[in-house]
């Protein structure tokens, strides 16, 4: 099996026993010919979205792994992708400085903003009333984030009024900016710097209490979307490119197994592999407890580095896509929700 | 971690509790007060001695500080089989008022020790349990002590070196912010030092252990103790490298560059270590390899090779023996018995004069064996640890080609190995022929194998001679077809790792010498150091910056299981502290090994509780930290549901609904039976299976 699962108890570690645990097979998308870029499931989770550096995103049953469909009409690698919470509008950003609205039904194009300068991330709001991108800088353009009125997107999409801009998110911080009071314009209210490197992605955590950062520092940090005060730190040998929170985390919060999340390692810059062998590429998932910073688990078979990974809304499954062009969806088989902590027992013993 | 099936390990940890003690002390104060015991028996003569003096004379083996109620004071130390046998040395100091010398002799003992004013320097501080103390000469005798018997905090030590702040920077600037860690393996990998620009360059362990050596701009620095103060420093400005001598009493400093002061043309100092003294300098010249000089197992003599002569140089005095070089035309090179005053030398062949090997033992300067090898172009001298063998390793050719410049070429190589049996009579020498390129040859330790790879491109073997007296090595196993490179013998013998270092990709098979199993087979990637810990139970591999990544190190068990996996940013160098030599008897040796069983039992059930106290202590931090996070979540989920209205305001009202949360009966285990009450309370969004739940 080219898939295999490391899990390492923590306690006995120290007596030197690992255990060597197999996921079932995973399911290998094979649908973009270029390296992943981001991918994204649905509320539900019965879709996969996933965009590529080859202009096209796809969308997946993520049951099957069937493809059922793809959104044409980007012309450069797309870097960006978004799901409304109902699943009716997929919006995507590539590097054609195109913002795309989608009809998510019918993978048909709304509407599309042009932007000064390609498009790296694109968020809805949790209303999917609006959303956010933000454009690189290049092309003399400064990095800027705009937000959107999605509501009235339509052919008039160049009508969209932009509410408030111009709040770079540069390297290592993580800011939050005031967009409901328009008079404000985009101020900062409030702006950490824990990463000493740049943040290559950043994900909510299912409540959206908590967002989980990656970063080329080597090190994932979770924090609190309110203060942004950090909260964890997950260390790795190698920079994270992506990182998810397991949606399970609230009951998992107390269980004994399934507070985790995955941090991808992989973190090489893409230049930088050819000279290394997979082997010591560690082109791996790595589960890590998300209240004890404890990694317990890896996860390998990507040939490249992964960059962007995404836990199923039921926190049963995780996809991983890489540098290799393929998306790997992966179900947890029992020996990892069977896998405990021993702290956790002894505290609800007492 | 079960002893069993590991004895030779097991004893380093039995013997050294109560025992080491002794030694140290005693070689100590012997130094530094010139205490001179001529006959270690003394039974009963120094007790009825003593008894005039103090108040009680304790017979057991400890270390014991008596107080009478003058101020006269004894310490009874014992050397050799201190356990068995009771105490054979003392040193009695008197109160000052004693001015003379005291003698003490009959026709069997005789010992002599010195006035209290040549102990001034000690300071007791009695009733703390910790005795300090100081000799008049600076160094903290004790402390440097109890230290090294304190096995239990200190039985593996690894330092590790890291540098900080890789990012920025000149190189300069890497080196000197070398940032130190000890680590206790024992005390499962606790933390138990950490510096950061300890060292300017590198650290060394001095080969005892008593003491770390750090390199500095103006000096070297010892450091030693229980809280590793500074013991000693040496100035000697531009140090580059250092060389303890084999007991710890001396240090050579070698400076590379020329001092700035004119005239000044010293670059080679040798220290006495306890005193910091400057004992004698040389001039280094010409191109030497390090270490210039060699010192004998005792600390008596050291050596340096010249043109054509060999220097032996004596201690206390510093002179050359006899107060001339040994004259050996053609000498190449020379290397010490690692447990007798004897070396071993090679020459070149000269035109018609075959190559000889020549043992000479040392201060007599007679040739004890000598072997003339013909058709030699280089010869490697491998002496076993315990000194009883030394394996000449011949490469010698068929032809010669004479190429321009006087370059020679060699073709049709082949390979001896000539074994010197040290501890026959006459030292026979036997032969063991290879006709295939030698990769690495390495002796066992303790015992009487050798371990040798061989062979041309992927058809590498790994071959195990056995040497016997009165019979050529014998063949005992060869492993054909083995990617490895080098060969790591257990310090206590039997077991032995092959590893394929560095480009063959860390490659790793642990052996079991005595029935030749492979016990494990494993690798660890671009591992470009083994090293076995000093009891042989543990050994390191190490990923040093060769593809500046995944640099770390692993801890394996001597049977090959992984124990810990720690990865080290910029990671440099890795030592294991070494550690003092047994005490124990070859008689007490076996007697241990006979009641094995009895001690490991109790070993196993010490580290049993060793490690469930430490995983309490992990159990402990983790519930902590479990209540914390408990806590915030439990305040942030409050905020959370205080914006429910606003949350549902924002999606019409929808996508906000009450399910029964489905299909997470696998979570309703173990503890969660517990905390189900919160789960259920607090549980914020239920996740969903199914996309028709939504629409509910």
């Known amino acids: 099996s080219c898939c295999s699962c490391v899990i390492w108890d923590c306690v006995c570690r120290y007596y030197g026993n ?27 989770g019965d879709l996969l979205f996933s965009s590529a550096k080859d202009q096209c995103p796809n969308v997946w049953f993520s049951i099957n792994g069937e493809r059922l469909g793809t959104f044409d009409g980007h012309q450069g690698a797309v870097w960006a992708i978004d799901i409304n919470w109902e699943t009716t509008m997929f919006m995507s950003g590539a590097a054609d400085q195109f913002l795309r609205i989608w009809d998510c039904a019918t993978g048909k194009e ?94 909510m955590s299912k409540d959206g209490t908590m967002f989980i950062t990656a970063s080329k520092d080597k090190t994932a940090k979770l924090f609190d979307s309110d203060t942004l005060m950090c909260l964890k730190c997950y260390k790795t040998e190698r920079p994270v490119n992506s990182a998810a929170i397991s949606p399970i985390l609230d009951h998992a919060g107390l269980s004994h197994c399934c507070c985790f999340q995955v941090v991808v390692g992989g973190g090489q810059e893409a230049m930088d592999v050819t000279t290394t062998s997979t082997r010591i590429g560690k082109f791996d998932s790595r589960f890590f407890h998300l209240v004890f910073e404890e990694e317990f688990g890896r996860v390998k078979g990507h040939f490249g580095p992964i960059n962007s990974v995404a836990f199923h809304p039921d926190g049963k499954s995780y996809s991983s896509g890489g540098e290799d062009g393929y998306i790997r969806i992966h179900n947890f088989d029992s020996s990892y929700f069977e896998f405990s902590f021993e702290a956790q027992i002894e505290p609800s013993n007492k | 971690m079960s002893y069993t099936g590991c004895n030779s390990a097991f004893l380093q940890i039995v013997e050294p509790l109560q025992m080491f003690k002794s030694q140290q002390l005693f070689t100590h104060v012997i130094n530094c007060a010139n205490v001179i015991v001529s006959k270690p028996e003394f039974p009963d003569i120094l007790n009825s001695r003593m008894r005039s003096y103090c108040t009680r004379v304790n017979t ?10 003058t101020s006269v004071s004894v310490i009874v130390i014992n050397e050799k089989n201190c356990c068995c046998t009771g105490e054979k040395f003392c040193i009695v100091r008197t109160a000052a008022a004693v001015s003379q010398v005291h003698i003490y002799k009959n026709l069997k003992h005789g010992f002599a020790f010195s006035r209290f004013s040549c102990f001034q320097g000690y300071k007791r501080r009695v009733g703390n349990a910790k005795r300090v103390l100081r000799t008049s000469l600076g160094v903290a005798g004790e402390e440097l002590l109890e230290d090294l018997v304190d096995i239990e905090e200190f039985l593996n030590w690894l330092v590790i070196r890291e540098n900080l702040g890789s990012d920025s920077g000149s190189p300069i600037s890497h080196i000197i912010s070398g940032s130190y860690c000890m680590w206790s393996v024992l005390k499962l990998y606790t ?220 073709s049709g190589m082949y390979y001896n190995f000539e074994i010197f049996h040290m501890r026959e009579k006459q030292i026979p020498v036997d032969s ?104 042989g139970r543990y050994v390191v591999t190490a990923g040093i910056c060769v593809l500046q990544v995944d640099t770390g190190y692993w801890i394996w068990s001597f049977q090959g299981k992984i124990l810990k996996r720690a990865s080290v940013e910029t990671f440099c160098k890795l030592l294991w502290r070494p550690r003092t030599k047994t005490l124990l008897a070859v008689k007490q040796v076996s007697e241990i090994k006979k009641n094995l069983k009895k001690y490991s039992a109790q070993f196993e059930s010490k580290d049993r509780l060793r490690m469930s106290k430490a995983s309490k202590e992990l159990i402990e931090k983790r519930s902590k930290l479990l209540e914390d996070f408990m806590e915030y979540r439990a305040k942030r989920i409050e905020q959370w549901k205080v914006q429910k209205g606003r ?42 299976m199914h996309r028709v739940s939504v629409e509910t």
């Open chain 1, 110 to 203: 709304v509407g599309n903003i042009r932007a000064q300068s390609s498009v790296r991330t694109c968020n809805f709001s949790y209303s999917a009333n609006m959303a956010a991108y933000s454009t690189d800088k290049q092309l003399r353009q400064q990095c800027e984030m705009n937000i959107i009125d999605v509501r009235t997107v339509d052919e008039s999409i160049g009508a969209l009024h932009l509410l408030c801009c111009r709040r770079a998110a540069s390297e290592g911080k993580a800011c939050q900016a005031d967009v409901a009071e328009r008079e404000n314009n985009g101020k900062i209210l409030n702006m950490v710097k824990d990463h000493t490197g740049s943040i290559n992605d950043m994900q």
């Open chain 2, 191 to 410: 933390l138990i030092l950490k510096a950061s620009r300890w060292s300017e360059t590198y650290v060394n362990w001095s080969p005892l252990g008593s003491y770390l050596a750090t390199f500095h701009k103006k000096g070297v620095a010892l450091w030693g103790g229980p809280t590793f103060g500074q013991m000693m420093r040496f100035s000697h400005n531009g140090v580059q490298f250092i060389d303890f001598s084999p007991c710890e009493k001396y240090l050579i400093t070698f400076s590379p560059q020329a001092d700035e002061l004119p005239g000044d043309q010293k670059k080679l100092i040798i220290w006495d270590i306890r005193t910091g003294l400057e004992k004698r300098t040389f001039v280094a010249d010409g191109l030497n390899i390090w270490p210039i000089f060699r010192w004998s197992h005792d600390d008596k003599y050291f050596a340096r090779i010249g043109t054509d002569m060999l220097s032996v140089y004596g201690t206390p005095s510093f002179g050359l023996l006899d107060k001339k070089s040994i004259k050996i035309p053609g000498i190449r090179d020379f290397s010490w018995s690692p447990t007798d005053n004897v070396l071993a030398y090679w020459v070149a062949e000269d035109k018609d004069v075959p190559a000889r090997v020549t043992l000479l033992e040392i201060p007599s300067r007679n040739e004890i064996r000598a072997k003339n090898l013909f058709n030699v172009a280089d010869c490697k001298m491998h002496w076993q640890k315990s000194g009883d063998y030394l394996c000449v390793n011949v490469n010698r050719y068929s032809k010669i080609i004479r190429k321009e410049k006087n370059e020679l070429k060699y």
């Open chain 2, 647 to 688: 949350r549902l305001e924002l999606r019409n009202n929808r996508g906000e609904l009450k399910l029964k949360y489905l299909e997470l009966n696998w979570l309703r285990k173990g503890c969660l039976e517990e905390t189900k009450e919160f789960v259920k309370n607090e549980l914020p969004e239920p996740a969903r």
């Open chain 2, 60 to 69: 057991g083996y400890r270390v014991t500080w008596y107080q009478s109620d």
């Open chain 2, 432 to 535: 063991v022929e290879i006709k295939e390129p030698i990769h690495a040859f390495a002796w066992e330790p303790v015992g009487s194998k050798f371990a040798i790879i061989h062979g041309d491109g992927p058809n590498i073997s790994v071959s195990f001679y056995g040497v016997k007296t009165g019979q050529t090595p014998s063949l005992l196993k060869r492993f054909e077809k083995k990617p490895c490179n080098s060969l790591f013998w257990s310090p206590a013998g039997q077991f032995i790792v092959l590893a394929g270092l560095r480009n063959l990709g860390g490659t790793l098979e642990f052996v079991d010498s005595n029935d030749f199993v492979i016990m494990h087979s494993t690798e660890h990637f671009a591992a470009s150091d083994v090293e076995w810990d000093p009891t």
């Open chain 1, 18 to 44: 690992h255990a060597w645990l197999s996921l079932q097979k995973p399911l290998m998308l094979h649908g973009h010919e270029r390296s992943i870029t981001q991918i994204k499931y649905n509320r539900e």
